[in-house]
């Protein structure tokens, strides 16, 4: 079965940070971008960040640039944003998502597979 995992949220004051994980299983982790997006209540969903297969290219959308980064481990199946000086304004529901390249924060629909969510509050 394709799983996607992500894990890590919790509460934090601003300024704080957070590192949330997505662990992958059950298809070719190598093959797939990896993006992260996130929805707060009354919002749309938003796409955050995205990190191509092998060079690893990764791009964000302005409001976190500087603040989260975004790494990927291929040989433990796993990426990593690591969000800095935290805003109440991340305050959100995180989803990490898979799809065949590239990678686009704008199209959420074309990823074929989606984890369950972590959610992010920080307090200020």
């Known amino acids: 079965d394709v799983q996607l995992q992500a894990s890590g949220g919790g509460l934090v004051q601003a300024g704080g940070y957070l590192r949330l994980s997505c662990a992958a299983s059950?298809?070719?982790?190598?093959?797939?971008?990896i993006g992260w997006f996130r929805q707060a209540p009354g919002k749309e969903r938003e796409g955050v960040s995205c990190?191509?297969?092998?060079?690893?290219?990764?791009y964000y959308v302005d409001s976190v640039k500087g603040r989260f980064t975004l790494s990927r481990d291929n040989a433990k199946n796993t990426v990593y944003l690591q969000m800095n000086s935290v805003k109440p304004e991340d305050t959100a529901a995180y989803y990490c998502?898979?799809?065949?390249?590239?990678?686009?924060?704008?199209?959420?629909?074309?990823?074929?597979?989606w984890g369950q969510g972590t959610q992010v509050t920080v307090s200020s």
């Open positions: 998502a898979a799809r065949l390249p590239p990678c686009d924060l704008n199209g959420s629909s074309w990823y074929d597979y």
């Open positions: 990190i191509s297969r092998s060079d690893r290219s990764t």
């Open positions: 059950g298809f070719n982790f190598d093959d797939y971008v």
